[in-house]
């Protein structure tokens, strides 16, 4: 889970970042410049500053006398308001709203006719390294109000029929890839038709949640009924082509110290009318600004549970404990164990994520996580579980990623009465397991033991661990694995189309490195067992999850589900992968269950849903 804060718009970088397009950068106008020699645009309307395209084309001009109704105050975070001119253009191209940064609390109440005065400029939620798009706004503003108790302007519906199903235009080469300088086509394209209305004031009718509440007070919606449903309620992210453009995010305008925001589960309803400005945020893009909130439907979602294994079957699982340790409550030690037991039926082998050390973020050079693991393994016992064992191999310090001091990293825990682990003694967090022959089987040197730690792909990031384990009789090699995560990528709705995924490349990397270490072992034993499983951190039609099958070396089980049912995740409204099952060409067949119990829910023990897969060596 990212952790993140609210930044306001400060009239200094909203001025800095009053842009115009040049290769497709945004540059920047400064405040200097502004107010050296300021334009001035007389008898201006609000769809002059907005024109008809992302950028206005009156970006670091003096407006004066811009009239409008006010259609919404935010009296926190970003301060401001948004109006709009009722008197619409026929152009459907250009917004008649637009959001006016006062930087103190706006003393202008909605339905106030106003007159602005002030700059326009171009401001970028999370500034321009993360290649969000900007929002058009006027800054340093004089405000004078005309009348009140005005009705504020009909909101344009968001719906279905109106969104278009086409995501976004592809971006311009000649500008880097960049939609910015693209005429809006909001017709054809959800992206545009979201621009054409940003700052204006829309509604939405009931909507189904795809989203759940967040901590930061916030969820997703679709306007679009069937888009990509599935029976639990969700939306499902099945390709980079297929966006499902019905997402929107809803904040409300009020502060929650005045108006709790409802909590809402993946399936519920939003009921009745949502209405208020379309806003862009840092986190999540196209926002509906509810000055008028619906009422939240409880559809009743419950979480999932998957089958016992049978006598003869060996369960491994796959269960990203988000950051675990010690010094966290003991309710959560104990809600996270419950569901092993009850949910996801005592798995033989377990590969747990996200275990820290025994005093987590404290960065004093601790690497052990046995505490940590202890206490764990007695919560699940507690449930009426098994007596886990586990094996893992510490980290050395501050060198895998994760939350500074915590040392993150994978760890084994299997069911002694029902597997048995091979130990190879030897492993440490430098030295890499190999595969030799034994006999006519494969094994490796260490176990567990890390793969090819030394390699650059896992810089500041988890080496995979791998063991053998035997089940009656049969070898079976598990590889646990957590790869580097999405963070720095744009976007969904980055001005690039289509965005900017560079974290890709060291996921390749990982994933090229463990396709070897596969087919290392598939070259000693052709029919030799092996799982890898864990955080993957990507899709399953990326180009990662290609690259960790390359050569027919692993086949991702969770293609084995229907399309509605791949997913381990919820972000922005999209129900997508990231945690997978992968196994070799011997274990063929195999029963799959990504069992959700978290992902869709605003109360959430983790982020992730475990993984389970029941097959017969």
């Known amino acids: 889970m990212t952790a993140r804060s609210s930044l306001p718009r400060s009239a200094a970088v909203a001025a800095v970042v009053a842009t115009a397009l040049a290769g497709g950068l945004l540059a920047a106008t400064t405040a200097a410049s502004a107010s050296d020699s300021p334009a001035s645009v007389a008898e201006t309307r609000i769809h002059d500053i907005q024109g008809t395209t992302r950028i206005s084309p009156l970006v670091g001009q003096q407006v004066a006398d811009v009239t409008g109704i006010v259609t919404g105050v935010r009296t926190y975070g970003s301060k401001g308001f948004w109006f709009q001119d009722p008197q619409a253009d026929a152009d459907a191209a250009t917004s008649e709203g637009i959001f006016v940064f006062t930087s103190s609390a706006p003393t202008v109440a909605v339905g106030d006719a106003v007159k602005v005065s002030g700059t326009v400029g171009e401001y970028i939620p999370g500034g321009t390294s993360s290649g969000n798009q900007s929002v058009t706004q006027i800054s340093k503003p004089t405000v004078t109000v005309v009348s009140s108790g005005n009705p504020v302007p009909a909101p344009v519906t968001l719906s279905a029929k109106s969104v278009p199903s086409s995501y976004a235009p592809e971006g311009d080469p000649a500008a880097g890839g960049s939609i910015n300088a693209l005429p809006l086509n909001p017709r054809k394209y959800a992206l545009d038709h979201y621009e054409s209305l940003e700052g204006s004031n829309v509604r939405i009718g009931t909507s189904r949640v795809v989203g759940a509440t967040d901590p930061y007070s916030e969820l997703w919606v679709t306007v679009k009924p069937h888009e990509h449903d599935n029976r639990r309620g969700g939306t499902v992210y099945g390709s980079y082509t297929s966006q499902n453009t019905g997402r929107l995010q809803i904040q409300q305008l009020a502060p929650i110290s005045q108006q709790p925001f409802p909590k809402a589960n993946v399936g519920d309803v939003l009921a009745g009318t949502t209405e208020g400005p379309l806003d862009f945020n840092q986190f ?287 972000f922005q409204g999209n129900s997508q992968v990231l945690d997978q099952i992968l196994t070799s060409p011997s274990i063929d067949d195999f029963s799959y269950d990504s069992v959700h119990i978290n992902a869709e829910f605003s109360a959430q023990n983790s982020d992730h849903d475990p993984q389970v897969l029941r097959f017969r060596p």
Request: glycine share 8%; no cysteine; net charge negative.
């Open 284 to 570: 999540g893009g196209y926002t509906l600004a509810a000055r008028t909130l619906g009422t939240v439907t409880d559809r009743g979602l419950k979480a999932e549970s998957t089958r016992p294994q049978r006598s003869g079957e060996l369960a491994v699982a796959t269960y990203n404990v988000e950051n675990l340790d010690p010094t966290d409550p003991q309710a959560k030690f104990d809600a996270l164990a419950a569901p092993v037991v009850n949910n996801l039926a005592s798995p033989d082998v377990i590969a747990l994520e996200e275990i820290q050390d025994n005093n987590g973020a404290k960065n004093d050079g601790t690497v052990a996580a046995d505490e940590s693991l202890k206490k764990f393994t007695a919560a699940i016992a507690a449930a009426g579980g098994p007596a886990y064992d586990w094996r893992t191999i510490d980290p050395a310090n501050n060198k895998d990623g994760g939350e500074p001091g915590g040392n993150i990293r994978q760890v084994f825990l299997f069911n002694p009465e029902r597997v048995s682990f091979t130990d190879r003694a030897g492993g440490d967090a430098a030295t890499a397991t190999a595969v030799v022959r034994d006999g006519r089987d494969a094994a490796l040197t260490l176990s567990p033991g890390r793969i090819d730690p030394a390699n650059a792909a896992w810089e500041n990031s988890r080496k995979p661990l791998a063991g053998e384990f035997t089940f009656r009789g049969r070898t079976v090699f598990v590889i646990a694995n957590h790869f580097g995560s999405k963070g720095g990528d744009e976007s969904l709705v980055s001005h690039h189309q289509p965005p900017v995924r560079k974290s890709e490349i060291k996921r390749l990397e990982q994933a090229q490195a463990v396709n070897t270490f596969v087919k290392d072992i598939l070259k000693v034993q052709r029919n030799a067992d092996v799982l890898v499983l864990g955080d993957i951190n990507d899709f399953e039609f990326s180009a990662t999850t290609k690259a960790l099958t390359a050569d027919g070396a692993l086949y991702p089980a969770v293609k084995s589900l229907p399309r509605s049912e791949r997913y381990s995740y919820v």
